[in-house]
C-alpha cells in the first residue's frame, strides 16, 4: 500500500505522483500501453459508470483530431450547449486535457478525484492515460455536460476512450504513425481507428483513400452504422487563406456554407470540412440545434473558446516565430503546405522528437536550405539532439544541437534576422517547452 494513502496532497504533489505512480506513454513508450480495456472498464465502474451519464461525440484518427476536436467544442459552446472536452496529451499544463466550455478542470477536482481513486489505482495499477480518461468522464458526468467531445489518445479499437457510446464517431484522416503498436498498412492502422464505430451510430471519416475506405464501409456495416465520407457531403468546397483566417465555402444540395476559422494554416482545410460534415449530422440527428450563427462564431473562436495551443502558432514577430507540433510523415506534410504559403527571407528550424517516430520519413520532406537547430525532448522518450543531427545529415540537413528547446529558441532568435521565419517543430514535448507557461 502507497505511503500517499496516508498524506493529503497538493496540487503539485498530486501530479507528481500521477506522473511517477502511472505508466506515463509520454514518457515511456510502448510499455505503458495497456492493449485492453480491462483497468478502463475496472475504473468506470468504481465511479458508477461516469462515461454512461452524458451524450458524446469520439474523435480518432492520425492526424487532425485535436483540431477537429477543439473545433466542435467551440462551436457547441456558441450553440448554448455546456460542453466538456478531452484530448491529450496537454502541453503547459495537465488541466488542459479536461476543459468545460474552455476552463480547465480545477486543481481541487484533480486532488479530490486522486484521493478518491487512489485505493484503486494501488489495487489496479492503471496507466496514467487510463486514469485521466476515467477523471475526465468522472468530471463530465458531475458536472452534467451537454455534450462531451472525447479525443482517443492512441488507435481507437483498444483506446481507453473506446468505452463510451457516443451520438457521432469521428475519424479524420489514416496515415503512418506508431506503426508498431498499430500496424503497417494503412489498412491495418484503419482497422484500429475503426474500432469507434459503434452500433447504430453515424460515423465520419475525414479523409477518403483506397486503401482504407473499404475498411471504414465494411466496419460500419458490420455494426448498421451509416458512414459518411466528409467529401462527399459538399458538392463544392474550396479554402482561401487569409493571415487571421482560413475562410472556408462548402456547398450541400440543401445549403451554402461560408465559414472564417482562426487556425488559419492551409492544412485546416480539411478538418473544417470534416467538423462542418460532423455539425451537419448534428443538426439531421434532431439531438442538437445548430444554427449557422453558432457555426460561424464557433470557427472564429477556436483558439479563444477553448484555448488550443500548438497548431501553427505565432509566439512571436520580427522574426516570426511560429510553433507546431506536426510529428509525422503527414503532419509534417501539412506544415510545409503552410511553409508555402509564408513570405520571409531565411528560414529557422528548431526540430527536436522522439525516438519511437519514423525519423527518417520525416527528415527526407524537410527543406535543405533551413538553418537548424537540433533539440530534444526533455523526457525519457526523447531522440538525443546529437543522434538527430547526424540522422539529418544524411538528408542535407545542417545545424547544431542545442539539447533544451528553450535555449535552441533563444540562439535561433539571436542569429535571425526581422524578416526571417523560425519554426519549432517535432514533437508535442519540444513545443510545450517553448510555450508560455501557465
Not at 54 to 70: D, L
Not at 86 to 110: A, M, Q, W
Not at 131 to 159: C, H, P, Q, S
Not at 371 to 381: A, N, S
Request: with cysteine; net charge neutral.
Amino acid at each position: 500500500m502507497s505511503v500517499y494513502l496516508c498524506i493529503q496532497m497538493n496540487y503539485q504533489e498530486t501530479l507528481d505522483y500521477l506522473y511517477h505512480k502511472l505508466p506515463m506513454f509520454s514518457r515511456i513508450g510502448d510499455a505503458a500501453i495497456k492493449k485492453d480495456l480491462t483497468n478502463t472498464i475496472a475504473l468506470c465502474e468504481a465511479l458508477n459508470h461516469p462515461e454512461h451519464q452524458f451524450k458524446s461525440i469520439h474523435i480518432a484518427g492520425t492526424n487532425g483530431k485535436g483540431s477537429v476536436a477543439h473545433m466542435l467544442a467551440s462551436i457547441l459552446q456558441e450553440a448554448g450547449y455546456k460542453t466538456g472536452l478531452y484530448t491529450s496529451p496537454h502541453l503547459t499544463d495537465f488541466r488542459e486535457r479536461i476543459k468545460i466550455n474552455g476552463k480547465p478542470c480545477s486543481e481541487k477536482f484533480v486532488i479530490d478525484f486522486t484521493k478518491k481513486i487512489q485505493p484503486h489505482i494501488e489495487a489496479i495499477a492503471p496507466s496514467f492515460f487510463e486514469i485521466t480518461v476515467a477523471m475526465a468522464f468522472d468530471f463530465f458526468a458531475k458536472k452534467k455536460v451537454d455534450i462531451a467531445i472525447i479525443e482517443t489518445g492512441l488507435g481507437g479499437r483498444l483506446d481507453s476512450t473506446n468505452v463510451i457510446s457516443p451520438v457521432l464517431s469521428v475519424i479524420t484522416n489514416i496515415s503512418f504513425d506508431h506503426q508498431h503498436l498499430l500496424g503497417n498498412t494503412l489498412a491495418e492502422i484503419a482497422a484500429e481507428k475503426a474500432g469507434i464505430i459503434k452500433l447504430s451510430t453515424p460515423v465520419v471519416i475525414g479523409r477518403r483513400h483506397p486503401e482504407t475506405d473499404t475498411v471504414f464501409e465494411k466496419k460500419a456495416t458490420s455494426v448498421y452504422a451509416k458512414c459518411f465520407f466528409a467529401e462527399d457531403m459538399f458538392a463544392a468546397y474550396s479554402t482561401v487563406s487569409t493571415p487571421r483566417f482560413l475562410i472556408a465555402d462548402a456547398v450541400t444540395t440543401e445549403q451554402t456554407y461560408n465559414v472564417c476559422c482562426d487556425l488559419q494554416a492551409v492544412y485546416q482545410q480539411e478538418n473544417i470540412r470534416t467538423a462542418l460534415a460532423a455539425v451537419i449530422l448534428l443538426n439531421q440527428s434532431g439531438q442538437f440545434t445548430i444554427s449557422d450563427k453558432a457555426l460561424q462564431i464557433g470557427f472564429s473562436s477556436v483558439r479563444k473558446n477553448t484555448q488550443l495551443q500548438g497548431r501553427w502558432q505565432l509566439l512571436d514577430t520580427h522574426p516570426k516565430v511560429v510553433a507546431d507540433v506536426g510529428h509525422n510523415e503527414d503532419g509534417v506534410r501539412h506544415i510545409l503546405s503552410q511553409l508555402k504559403e509564408e513570405q520571409y527571407s531565411q528560414l529557422h528550424i528548431v526540430i527536436g522528437v522522439v525516438k519511437d517516430k519514423d525519423v527518417k520519413a520525416v527528415l527526407a520532406l524537410l527543406p535543405k536550405d533551413a538553418v537548424y537547430y537540433f533539440t530534444e525532448p526533455q523526457l525519457p522518450r526523447k531522440l538525443e539532439a546529437e543522434v538527430l543531427q547526424q540522422a539529418a545529415a544524411a538528408f542535407g540537413l545542417q545545424g547544431e544541437t542545442i539539447p533544451h528547446p528553450k535555449d535552441a529558441l533563444g540562439i535561433a532568435i539571436s542569429r535571425a534576422k526581422a524578416d526571417d521565419l523560425i519554426l519549432v517543430m517535432g514533437s508535442f514535448f519540444v513545443v510545450s517547452e517553448v510555450l508560455p507557461q501557465a
